[in-house]
């Protein structure tokens, strides 16, 4: 039975037994604090540890600076044009001012339980104010994909759900992930940042394996993230469409979109 790792903000709104308010009583959710640092020109956050929850370069504010934040728009190799979009985690607002750069017809919502981490995307991150294309909620993703209103409603939904500790994603229940395939339109696409080298890794591939059709991996990068994409049916790869469409990609944005293909291509 897997077990949802519970972050510094899950122990604070979900804690049981004799200390606990009580349900009628009015709780006021505790976050780690957001701190900010620079080096060579890009902005990083973190929630008041070491670990970075996301990066800006300065003079390329909606360029994607890490790369598996780069490997989290691999949903473009299945999606050219997208109806809706969906961003589980804010971070530093990297793929939500991406997805809403890169596709003008898009609906872009992003939903993060922490309104701090709101906050200084828009003061320090140059998160664009809501609009009728944009919205960012405040919300709890798990509530957010257990609502039926948002069922059917994507084409990408991209999770990136860490606390302040960053080993391994708060959410990762069957309950979490069925959630996430509902959200999706029939032919939408997953893709969820994982630790590669903890044990929540393995935790995560079997929920999303049970779950979802088909689950692939990108080739790992930085310290450990391994980004999953995950499909609701079971699918064979084409990589020679794949392969015409990430050229295209990669003239359209720059992004390494062929590696993407060469690291599917070792999964067959």
């Known amino acids: 039975m897997l077990i949802k790792r519970k972050s510094i903000e899950a122990e604070s709104n979900y804690r049981s037994g004799p200390s606990a308010v009580k349900k009628d009583s009015p709780r ?9 640092s620079e080096h060579d020109g890009v902005r990083y956050l973190h929630f008041g540890t070491e670990w970075v929850q996301g990066a800006m370069r300065l003079r390329k504010p909606d360029w994607l600076e ?18 809706q979009l969906a961003q589980l985690g804010l971070g530093t607002a990297a793929l939500t001012k991406f997805c809403y750069r890169q596709f003008p017809s898009a ?18 991150f140059k998160l664009p ?45 069957t309950e979490f992930y069925q959630g996430c395939a509902d959200c999706l339109s029939a032919d939408g696409v997953l893709t969820v940042n994982l630790f590669g080298d903890h044990p929540s890794f393995a935790k995560n591939m079997k929920v ?20 999953a994409i995950a499909f609701k049916q079971r699918l064979k790869l084409d990589l020679d469409v794949l392969y015409r469409r990430a050229e295209a ?13 060469d690291g599917l291509a070792k999964t067959q």
């Open 129 to 173: 104010p809501n609009d009728d294309r944009l919205k960012v909620i405040e919300m709890d993703a798990m509530d957010f994909v257990l609502d039926c209103d948002h069922h059917g409603q994507f084409q990408a939904l991209q999770v990136d759900l860490y606390d302040a500790t960053a080993r391994g994603p708060v959410l990762d229940t």
């Open 28 to 36: 006021k959710p505790k976050f780690a604090p957001v701190t900010l």
């Open 249 to 261: 990609i990669q003239l359209q944005t720059k992004l390494p979109a062929r590696s993407w293909v």
């Open 66 to 83: 890490l790369e598996y934040a780069q490997q989290m728009m691999a949903w473009m190799l299945f999606h050219d044009q997208p109806k």
């Open 208 to 227: 999303l394996r049970y779950v979802f059709g088909t689950v692939l991996c990108l080739p790992e990068v930085h310290d450990g993230n391994v980004v």
């Open 107 to 124: 609906k872009v919502t992003a939903v993060d339980l922490n309104p701090a981490v709101i906050m200084v995307c828009e003061s320090m």
